[in-house]
């Protein structure tokens, strides 16, 4: 089969180390024929994966951003930090239908603010695609690439969630809401109350008002707009709650003598809460599509965020 796709992957940045995105990237090579990979970080680490020398390209750039730098200060003061260079070939590689990184969040929206930008300079956003108990799926934006935005980001939010539903799963007229701490207009903090009038009026926008974070995954709107401090609890919320979940289960078989039951149960959790396949959010607003693996994603996340990118090219849903 031609090679029709080009993928950039950041081998750099996660917790478990490079050892476990390049892992992932010879799962990509087994599985999508189609998918070549330009892989950025340590040439001596990823030569010694022994990949497919045909279907791969390395790009040399062994530094990082730990913790304690400044994303944007390190931009000026690392020229070889990876996910800066993987986002600069990206933009170059015309073939390239996106870029998949696990590293540090705000080091990835720099890159992507440097190279990456849309034509409308809107202020990129970090997406998350939760399933909703309505069989459905919920857009959250913004999971923690913008702390502290302001209530016309927030709109700006509202529109790259509602534009994302309607291409990728075809919803013709997206229902927005809007996180706050009770359902009523008068509640939230003075971001909630000053972003509401403004969603409520705003053309293009189907707002159908707050949302308290427990109904997140009930299914009562497709986008749900939260500032990125608030919308990456509700994430990793949702992640824990889910975990406990299983694992209280389990415990419970094996105490009753269920267990098989519960096994059945637990599984059934484990692929709808699939963490391995929901650990990729998507940067939404970039000129080519940006996923960011969590940082503790092994190589199945990498391989599943490649099988995202190449659904969209296909027109599939996103986890579909």
Do not use: W
């Not at 590293?103 to 992507?112: E, K, R, S, Y």
């Not at 709107?221 to 994430?235: K, P, S």
């Not at 990729?280 to 970039?286: N, Y």
Request: charged share 25%; with cysteine.
């Amino acid at each position: 089969m031609e090679n029709k796709y080009n993928v950039v992957i950041d081998t750099l940045g996660s917790d478990k180390g490079p050892e476990a995105i390049l892992e992932g990237a010879r799962l990509v090579l087994d599985e999508f024929k189609e998918v070549n990979l330009t892989l950025v970080g340590d040439e001596n680490v990823i030569k010694a994966a022994n990949l497919p020398s045909e279907r791969i390209k390395i790009i040399h750039s062994p530094e990082t951003i730990t913790n304690y730098d400044n994303p944007l200060e390190a931009f000026y003061k690392k020229p070889n930090v990876s996910v800066f260079k993987a986002c600069e070939e990206c933009a170059k590689d015309e073939k390239a239908i996106g870029i998949i990184a696990a590293g540090n969040t705000g080091a990835l929206l720099v890159g992507v603010l440097r190279y990456l930008l849309n034509e409308k300079r809107t202020r990129p956003a970090l997406a998350a695609i939760i399933p909703n108990i309505q069989r459905g799926y919920t857009c959250l934006v913004d999971t923690g690439a913008s702390i502290d935005a302001g209530p016309t980001q927030l709109v700006e939010f509202a529109h790259l969630g509602t534009d994302f539903m309607k291409k990728l799963y075809k919803i013709e007229n997206p229902r927005v809401g809007l996180l706050s701490n009770g359902s009523e207009p008068t509640k939230g903090n003075h971001l909630v109350k000053e972003t509401y009038p403004l969603l409520a009026k705003e053309e293009g926008i189907n707002f159908v008002g707050n949302i308290e974070g427990s109904r997140a995954l009930a299914g009562d709107c497709d986008v749900l707009v939260a500032e990125g401090f608030a919308g990456n609890q509700v994430l990793k919320n949702t992640e824990g709650t889910a975990i406990t979940l299983i694992t209280e289960i389990m415990k419970f078989g094996k105490k009753s003598g269920n267990e098989d039951m519960c096994k059945m149960i637990a599984g059934y959790l484990m692929k709808t809460y699939d963490f391995e396949s929901l650990g990729a959010g998507i940067m939404l607003g970039a000129k080519k599509y940006v996923l960011k693996c969590r940082g503790s994603s092994g190589p199945v996340a990498i391989k599943n965020a490649v099988k995202i990118l190449v659904n969209i090219m296909n027109d599939k849903t996103f986890y579909e």
